[in-house]
């Protein structure tokens, strides 16, 4: 076993380790992260190549992931929506309990994650202008998606996530969700080229600062002004978030294409009508709940029936 002791950059930590490693697959976890005994397996199958010996088209691949003690469904399917002018990925788009035992292809994944190493360092790795953290995984999977790689979702993999386990103590809930609406707006302006998608975010900018202003009255102190706070930082990183890892300039088409696939409404339907299965493995330590595991079992059986 090889130690790597790096500075505490969040994710971006793992640009400089994936850098010095010789394996082609890479697992990256947070710190509050744990892998069923039999995860690892179908995690990093669908890098293999393929029948004619070439490399497969995947970059990135994702577990189902449970709450820390089993007892709930955190996701790592991803979708992606529109909120008032800002897009969100979200595991609980319409449908998810339908789809969730079903693999196949995500939007992005979050605190648990195997990607093709050196498809990773080809694509610059986690942008460092999301620091401390929130979404920079989100801007790789976009990154990647556009440079013509796919993400997949292996639910035969199971982990286990406690949840803001470090950004909660550290900053608290309320310079957290400042903190994502800041790499929010980051993002997109960063990477979004469609004119129609940037139509989209500048028209509903004045409904967000009128609502921020509005509800500063009735909110907690440490919440006020957070969309103002956010849309200033954000402004005050925007220069250097350019000369960062950005995607692909040659297709708006893609970036279509990648919000079309991925559109919330349209998951659950897409997922249903593609006849994938889920292999019928039993989900190992450590375990869930009794009831919660033998619910999903029963699903497994009943896609495979």
């Not at 029948?51 to 990135?60: I, K, L, P, T, V």
């Not at 949840?163 to 997109?188: E, I, K």
Request: glycine share 8%; aromatic share 12%.
């Amino acid at each position: 076993v090889r130690l790597f002791e790096q500075p505490n950059r969040g994710l971006c930590s793992y640009n400089e380790v994936l850098a010095q490693l010789p394996g082609r697959v890479a697992i990256l976890l947070n710190n509050d992260i744990k892998l069923a005994e039999d995860a690892v397996d179908p995690l990093v199958e669908p890098f293999s190549t393929d029948d004619d010996g070439s490399a497969a088209d995947c970059f990135m691949a994702a577990p189902l992931c449970l709450r820390f003690d089993g007892g709930g469904h955190e996701g790592l399917q991803a979708a992606v929506r529109w909120r008032w002018g800002l897009v969100e990925a979200t595991a609980y788009f319409p449908g998810y309990e339908r789809t969730k035992l079903l693999p196949g292809l995500t939007a992005a994944a979050g605190p648990v994650m195997a990607v093709d190493r050196e498809r990773f360092l080809l694509l610059g790795g986690f942008d460092p202008q999301y620091l401390p953290g929130r979404l920079e995984d989100f801007d790789f999977s976009f990154r990647g998606y556009l440079a013509g790689f796919q993400a997949r979702y292996v639910p035969a993999s199971v982990a286990y996530h406690k949840g803001q386990a470090s950004f909660d103590a550290a900053y608290g809930p309320a310079a957290c969700d400042v903190l994502a609406l800041r790499n929010t707006l980051l993002f997109q302006w960063k990477n979004l080229r469609c004119p129609e998608h940037i139509s989209r975010h500048l028209a509903a900018l004045p409904v967000r600062f009128a609502f921020d202003w509005l509800r500063a009255p009735l909110a907690p102190r440490e919440a006020r002004f957070a969309f103002t706070r956010a849309f200033f930082a954000a402004l005050g990183r925007l220069g250097a978030c350019r000369r960062t890892p950005c995607p692909p300039r040659r297709s708006r088409q893609a970036e279509r294409d990648f919000f079309e696939r991925f559109a919330a409404d349209r998951m659950a339907e897409r997922a249903i009508d593609s006849n994938l299965r889920v292999p019928a493995a039993p989900l190992s330590n450590p375990p869930c709940e009794a009831a919660d595991r033998d619910e999903l079992l029963a699903a497994i059986g009943g896609l495979h029936r």
